[in-house]
């Protein structure tokens, strides 16, 4: 499955900006990280996404195509239903040599942070505290900008230090029951939080 990081606080769409991504694997009940890092990564040395197969003419594709939705991994979350949206960054996914993903998972600032309270706080270079379920969604959508004032490049590798940390911590982690997964969880995604597209 590929994950995409958003975060409302840079505006690209509804669902906000894609910084990072991840890509991981479930294979008989385990959990592997696979590639991940900024979503940069995935417009470098890739082929032209506009040549990528997408339908231009599904309606609900064809009224974003102008605002680059198939052109740009930072585009991608432009259409308003995220399947549709999910759909766009598989193709793009594979486009750029990689294995097709059989769906998508989005997580915001609120969903992140969440995982934290399983994987513990963070520290990331250049700031005093740590990052934790607490604090971290705070950090992302307000602190970063004031805490980070003169170079962008810092402010983007702590935001990758967290989310790459946290994804690499998940493959040791012990994680509550299910049941417990699903109670935390089930409010982000029917706030939007949180969303999950399947292809298969």
């Not at 594709?61 to 549709?84: E, H, M």
């Not at 600032?109 to 706080?121: I, K, N, Q, Y």
């Not at 990331?124 to 950090?139: I, K, M, T, Y």
């Amino acid at each position: 499955y590929l994950v995409v990081l958003t975060s409302p606080a840079e505006a690209r769409g509804r669902f906000g900006f894609p910084g990072s991504f991840a890509e991981v694997t479930f294979d008989n009940g385990r959990y592997r990280l696979g590639e991940h890092g900024s979503t940069s990564q995935l417009l470098e040395n890739t082929v032209r996404f506009e040549q990528a197969p997408f339908d231009r003419g599904d309606p609900k594709l064809r009224p974003y195509l102008d605002y680059g939705v198939t052109r740009s991994v930072l585009a991608s979350t432009i259409p308003p239903d995220f399947p549709n949206g999910a759909k766009v960054l598989g193709e793009m996914w594979r486009q750029t040599g990689r294995p097709a993903v059989d769906g998508v998972l989005r997580l915001d600032p609120a969903a992140l942070s969440r995982l934290l309270m399983f994987t513990g706080p963070v520290q990331v270079s250049g700031r005093a505290e740590p990052l934790e379920a607490d604090n971290l969604e705070q950090f992302i959508l307000i602190d970063q900008y004031r805490e980070f004032t003169a170079a962008q490049a810092p402010r983007r590798e702590a935001l990758d230090e967290v989310a790459e940390v946290t994804f690499e911590r998940l493959e040791t982690v012990d994680l509550p029951t299910p049941r417990r997964l699903v109670s935390i969880f089930a409010p982000l995604a029917s706030r939007q939080h949180f969303h999950v597209a399947l292809f298969d």
